[in-house]
């Protein structure tokens, strides 16, 4: 398996755009993770699914980050409009719903809004 | 509730010397315990695990023991190298969630 894949890797967009950012999980995963990372407040959980069900959003930061998970292979997380705030690296990690199993994670993508 | 301590950083080390970087948890039950690593400018990559009381997971050079009575699972290495430089991070799996402490900064120089 190619592991989990991000995309795009870098984004650079203007201050009230929508930005989304697409994650392809290894295929058999149960779990889904967005995570977004700061120097200032570090790794952050926004949201998890299971079985491409929402489980918990309360990482989400605001009305305007939402995420979805329409099939098993593919997840999006959409940020409209867009804030130079949200800068930061948006990591999707997925797992197997399987005890003692660890999470794996993409190379993330780097946004940055101007 | 379920949480993960770690060691401050940046931890800064020369080439050859020997690394302790602390990481005790709270949790109930027994969790499986992690440490990740993460590389400039890439994701997070396991290091290691352990599953049960006394495991010591191992990669790399890199060792750590599941200590239940004192709740740590602090990560060593004998020789450190430059390409060791990296954030680490010990997170841990309880009931199915990810609970994950901060990150410690290791710089290597040489």
């Known amino acids: 398996d190619a592991g989990v894949i991000q995309s795009p890797r870098h984004e650079v967009t203007e201050m009230g755009q929508e930005v989304t950012l697409r994650c392809k999980p290894i295929s058999g995963h149960d779990y889904l993770f967005w995570y977004r990372q700061t120097m200032m407040r570090g790794l952050e959980l926004l949201i998890y699914?299971?079985?491409?069900?929402?489980?918990?959003d309360s990482g989400m930061p605001e009305d305007r980050f939402s995420a979805k998970m329409p099939n098993a292979s593919f997840s999006t997380l959409k940020i409209q409009p867009s804030e130079p705030r949200d800068s930061a690296v948006y990591f999707c990690?997925?797992?197997?719903?399987?005890?003692?199993?660890?999470?794996?994670f993409g190379q993330g993508t780097r946004l940055t809004v101007v | 509730g379920n949480s993960v301590t770690q060691m401050e950083g940046p931890v800064t080390l020369s080439e050859e010397a020997f690394l302790t970087i602390n990481c005790t948890y709270t949790a109930t039950g027994y969790p499986s315990l992690f440490w990740y690593v993460q590389y400039p400018g890439e994701g997070l990559q396991l290091l290691l695990k352990?599953?049960?009381a006394d495991d010591k997971g191992s990669n790399k050079g890199f060792e750590a023991t599941y200590r239940k009575e004192t709740t740590s699972f602090h990560l060593e290495k004998g020789s450190v190298q430059v390409s060791d430089s990296a954030v680490y991070f010990c997170?841990?799996?309880?009931?199915?969630?990810?609970?994950w402490g901060a990150g410690t900064k290791l710089i290597i120089k040489p």
């Open positions: 990690a997925s797992r197997l719903d399987r005890k003692n199993t660890e999470a794996f």
């Open positions: 352990a599953t049960k």
């Open positions: 997170a841990l799996v309880h009931n199915y969630q990810l609970i």
């Open positions: 699914f299971n079985n491409n069900v929402p489980i918990d």
